[in-house]
């Protein structure tokens, strides 16, 4: 039986082969979706439009109608797919077709010198009968095509293809530009056109004009292409009612079809020729696959159509509630005004720009970062006006551009730029281990500030190097709190971040707390030490490279130790304790318990005993090796 399946399913690829070798000048836009990797909004966090379903092209084909399979084909948590979904019980079956938004780490993504296309790069195990086109077809739904899952693998030959294999799976997508993102376009939901649909069908699904679509995909879209739906929030999706009777297929319909299609087989090969069976393998087989579709479709016939919440709101009802959310604090900062900024920043020229969206300008002969945001930028402000503490950014004041609510936060310019750029860029001045501890604990002790001394507690969410800025003394300052939280210990489901600062229990399941900084903020000690990055150039996380480092005796510890670390301190004049000492935190840190992870206070304990150590010896001009306690 085993063997004669495997015949089936290789029929297919040879099939499905010539089929497509032959539709592919038919097909647009089948190698991806062209992006510029210099674009300043790089990666972003967006979604797909999904819709569950029990495939059925392979011998135990996964059955993707439950959120914990469909979640494992995105590498996301259930949670993750739920929430935007507006699905309450997570571990109870889908209905087939039930509509759900996956989200995506969409990137642009440079292939070779002329060309760029933006995907969320998906890893996929092949099984025993998948091919490239069947895995994007019908698991993926069209979400990809096998051509340009042909690009993205260069080194991995489709015919060839064993269980087990890794393959990645481009899933198109696109993140929205300068434009887009000042017209209020959050995300460009990635959909594949059906052949029900069309663009004002699914623009009314969306709640948007039909012709914002067109402007973003033009009108000749194609059936089973992707397009790309702006919306800045996303509609609530109905919750379709379980249909009682009505379980897809039980597992004893599908025993006896699988065992029609066996005889068939058996009966095809004592008759005919090989390539004969071939082609009969594959009428019965998709005669099963449409008898199946049809039987469904009359199961869920009673099914309501579905129908989207209108989506769009209109935008003067935010501008208000900004304006009403800030109003507590005007007395607080400055209130600039958008002339003053334009002035300040040469219209908000490509000269001033810093990094992302922040620009310098000069008020009154003092020297400003202005941020630009949308209107969310009220979050911030909120946290903001709440912390006060030398080790974190001070914001000055602000500014709300009453003709396209656009916010400005105006902070105090820190001249020396972030510590990612110390770590990895100058490669000329190499920061020292007396620095960089100290720079340590002044990110240990602006966080323990807000962990501990704010009410409610404010979870940064985004400690990174490229988040702590150096002054003029390379005192550290935490900056960016533009995704910060307060509150703890809550779920979101909106996963936003930087890959390699993450912790394990957010990225899977949304659970924010102040433990995720503590993670982060090991990552970030993990790079002092290191010098290196906190995902490599194979995409490898730094954390986890740190787990054996301090294991076995004292001279195995300062031999992996000196391998390790950043090559500087071999002529630093620092001890191996302290060195050794911090890393021992920040390996507590990075622990993927977050029970397990000390609390800020710790930290800025530990560190600082570290640090009296450390300079109490170096001050002396002592041979730190020698006089190590
Ligand atoms: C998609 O294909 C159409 C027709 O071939 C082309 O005009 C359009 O530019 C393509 N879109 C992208 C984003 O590559
Ligand atoms: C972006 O890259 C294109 C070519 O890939 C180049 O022509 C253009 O000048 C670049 N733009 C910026 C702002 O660097
Ligand atoms: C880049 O890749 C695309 C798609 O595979 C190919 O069509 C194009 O010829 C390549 N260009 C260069 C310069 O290699
Ligand atoms: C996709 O991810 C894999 C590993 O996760 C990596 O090896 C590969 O280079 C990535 N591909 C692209 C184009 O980013
Ligand atoms: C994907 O597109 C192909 C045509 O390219 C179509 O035959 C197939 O039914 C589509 N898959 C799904 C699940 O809609
Ligand atoms: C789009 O489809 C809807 C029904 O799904 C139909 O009422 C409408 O006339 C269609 N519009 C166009 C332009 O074909
Ligand atoms: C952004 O995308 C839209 C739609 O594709 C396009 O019309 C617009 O010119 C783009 N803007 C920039 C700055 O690239
Ligand atoms: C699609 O666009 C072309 C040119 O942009 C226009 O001539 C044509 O009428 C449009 N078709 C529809 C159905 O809107
Ligand atoms: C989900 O959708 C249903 C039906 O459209 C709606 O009544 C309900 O309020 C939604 N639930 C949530 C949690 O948004």
């Given at each position: 039986m085993r063997i004669k399946l495997r015949y089936l399913s290789s029929s297919f690829l040879l099939l499905f082969f010539l089929c497509y070798v032959q539709s592919q000048e038919f097909l647009p836009n089948t190698t991806g979706y062209t992006c510029s990797p210099?674009?300043?909004?790089?990666q972003c966090q967006t979604y797909a439009f999904y819709r569950a379903s029990a495939p059925n092209y392979r011998a135990s084909a996964p059955n993707l109608l439950d959120l914990a399979s469909i979640g494992d084909l995105f590498s996301v948590s259930r949670l993750m797919i739920s929430n935007p979904s507006n699905i309450s019980s997570p571990s109870s079956p889908l209905i087939q077709d039930q509509p759900l938004f996956v989200p995506l780490t969409c990137s642009c993504n440079t292939l070779n010198t002329s060309y760029s296309i933006s995907f969320a790069n998906l890893s996929y195990t092949i099984v025993q009968g998948d091919t490239f086109y069947l895995v994007s077809t019908y698991l993926y739904l069209n979400l990809t095509t096998y051509q340009s899952v042909m690009i993205v693998n260069p080194t991995v030959v489709p015919t060839e293809l064993e269980a087990g294999d890794v393959v990645q799976f481009p899933i198109f997508c696109k993140c929205p530009n300068e434009t887009q993102l000042q017209n209020q376009v959050s995300y460009l939901v990635s959909y594949v056109l059906q052949p029900s649909d069309n663009l004002s069908s699914v623009a009314s699904m969306f709640g948007i004009e039909t012709q914002s679509i067109i402007d973003v995909n033009g009108n000749n879209s194609q059936t089973f292409e992707t397009i790309f739906v702006p919306v800045t929030r996303l509609p609530q999706l109905p919750q379709l009612t379980q249909p009682d009777a009505?379980?897809?297929?039980?597992p004893e319909a599908g025993k006896t079809e699988r065992k029609g299609v066996n005889t068939g087989l058996a009966i095809g090969l004592a008759i005919c020729g090989v390539l004969l069976v071939l082609v009969t393998g594959m009428l019965i087989y998709s005669e099963v696959i449409l008898k199946k579709r049809r039987k469904r479709k009359s199961d869920d016939a009673e099914k309501q159509k579905l129908q989207f919440d209108k989506g769009g709101k209109g935008f003067k009802n935010m501008e208000v509630n900004l304006m009403a959310d800030v109003s507590d604090c005007l007395d607080k900062y400055k209130l600039f005004n958008i002339e003053e900024l334009r002035a300040a920043t040469n219209d908000f020229s490509e000269d001033c720009l810093i990094q992302g969206s922040v620009y310098k300008g000069f008020i009154n002969g003092e020297v400003y970062a202005i941020k630009m945001m949308k209107w969310n930028a009220c979050e911030e402000l909120k946290i903001l006006q709440k912390v006060n503490h030398g080790n974190l950014v001070r914001l000055e004041g602000f500014c709300i551009?009453?003709?396209?609510a656009n916010c400005y936060l105006i902070y105090e310019y820190i001249e020396n730029g972030s510590l990612h750029a110390w770590l990895h860029e100058n490669n000329n001045k190499k920061l020292n281990w007396k620095t960089r501890l100290r720079i340590a604990v002044d990110v240990a002790n602006g966080l323990q500030y807000i962990h501990e001394h704010t009410r409610p507690r404010v979870v940064h969410k985004d400690i990174k190097s490229s988040n702590v800025l150096l002054d003029s003394n390379m005192r550290a300052k935490i900056a960016n709190f533009g995704l910060a939280k307060s509150g703890c210990n809550a779920i979101t489901m909106h996963i936003v971040g930087t890959q390699g600062y993450m912790a394990p229990e957010y990225l899977a399941d949304g659970v924010v707390s102040t433990k995720m900084d503590v993670f982060s903020f090991g990552v970030v000690l993990l790079e002092l030490l290191s010098g290196k990055e906190a995902v490599d150039d194979e995409g490898r996380a730094l954390w986890t490279s740190v787990g054996g480092i301090l294991e076995g005796n004292e001279e195995s510890k300062v031999k992996r130790m000196k391998e390790w670390m950043d090559v500087v301190f071999l002529q630093d004049t620092c001890s191996m304790e302290s060195l050794m000492s911090v890393t021992d935190i920040a390996i507590a840190c990075v622990h993927r318990d977050p029970s397990k992870r000390p609390s800020m206070v710790d930290i800025v304990y530990a560190l600082c005993k570290s640090d009296d150590l450390f300079f109490d010896i170096s001050e002396d001009g002592i041979d730190p090796q020698v006089n190590a306690r």
């Open positions: 210099n674009q300043t909004t790089n009505a379980t897809p297929a039980s551009d009453p003709e396209d």
